[in-house]
């Protein structure tokens, strides 16, 4: 917190990963202070490619400049994984989870509470599959087509990018590329992290391998992470019940934790995120 001068600036990215700027005008800051070298500690679900791809190329600026090593300390999987690539080490504890590769859209579809409660969405627009889908009407398979094409496209982007890091090709790729996440202990043996263990492995290495002295004082150095907002959906969804005369049911799914749900995924692209539905 004194600042990363002279030191090891310890950086922590948690939550959700999104497009950032002021996160990316931090990283490039600490690339050119006087820092000695750079822990990255991640915790992340992940978040939007666009976003993970920001700050996945911030970080290997970053890396160019400073020794840097990364370590999961719970939870490092999609986006977050996709964060960690930009190192050359990765370290994660023996039940850290590790992985989620792939990339998913998902969006609420409203078309029968409308029903329910007699509201119909009318829209003009230019082209069939323009704003679709749109959580208002049952999904085309035309734009059901395109969403599936980008989500591949972006799938492939991400596998490329785990195959040229990590050194991975064949069935090795493919079988950690499936969606899955994996104990720390599995991903080692995959070949997704280099070694076990936590901050003190971290700087024993910065020592090994770049000769950091392993006295040098670890300092927090912060990335300002941005404040999420209200979506639009949750705003529109919210409205709506309000007209229809159903203010309550509307509380009752804020208060259920729905519109939560809903806000986890009001993020700038498609999603390289992993979120396992909740158990009642």
Known sequence: TGGPSGSIARVTISGLIRGNQPRVEAIEKLANSSAKAVIVHIDSPGGTTAGSEQLYDSLVRLKAKKPM???????????????????????????????????????????????????????VKSSPLKAAPNGFEPTSPEARAALASIVMDSYDW??????????????????????????????????????????????????????????????????????????????????????????????????SGAFAAAERLNLDGLLALWHPSPVN
């Open 69 to 123: 090593v990364v370590v999961v300390d719970g939870l490092c999987a999609s986006g977050g994984y996709i964060a960690a690539l930009a190192s050359d080490h990765i370290i994660a504890q023996s039940a850290s989870l590790v992985g989620s590769i792939g990339v998913l859209i998902q969006y609420p579809n409203f078309t029968d509470l409308l029903k329910t409660v007699g509201v119909k969405v009318e829209d």
């Open 158 to 255: 991400f596998k490329d990018l785990v195959g040229k890091r990590r050194s991975l090709e064949g069935e090795a790729l493919a079988s950690v590329s499936d969606g899955r996440v994996f104990t720390g202990r599995q991903a080692l043996q995959l070949k997704l992290i280099d070694q076990l263990g936590d901050e003190q492995a971290a700087i024993a290495w910065l020592a090994k391998e770049k000769g950091i002295d392993p006295k040098t004082p670890v300092r927090n150095y912060s990335l300002q992470p941005r404040f999420s907002e209200f979506s639009f959906i949750h705003l529109t969804a919210v409205s709506l019940l309000n007209a229809a005369g159903l203010d309550g049911f509307a509380r009752s799914l804020e208060q």
